[in-house]
């Protein structure tokens, strides 16, 4: 069990590290490298390249961004096998859904706890 925990915490820190890199390195916004990265996922597990890593890692790939997109090309993968075309319209949304509300409703907790304000 620790040398799982190990192999997520390092598979997962190295996503995380790539991000960092963008960030420092590169003149891409955060907003830009958020969507990269739940693109590559998409893209990754389309050609088939994040299922290893996923069943490697854990949740060391599947929590990061890289993960929602791979959540969400899974999601569609399964609804167009099961009801056709549509299912590339719905699948995405129906995979997601409990981390999307789960974010809504944690943004919305959030706010109502806390002021927002400036860092000064």
Known sequence: MVLRLLISFLVGGFICFIGQILIDYTKLTPARIL???????????????????????????????????????????????????????????????????TAITMGLLMSLIFRSGDKS
């Open 35 to 101: 969507v990269s990265y739940v693109v590559a996922g998409v893209a990754l597990t389309a050609i088939g390249v994040y299922e290893p890593i996923v069943r490697f890692a854990g949740a060391g790939a599947t929590v990061p961004l890289t993960g929602f997109g791979y959540s969400l090309a899974k999601g569609v993968q399964t609804a167009v096998t099961d009801c056709g075309l549509i299912g590339a319209f719905t699948g995405g949304l129906t995979a997601t859904a409990a981390g999307i509300a």
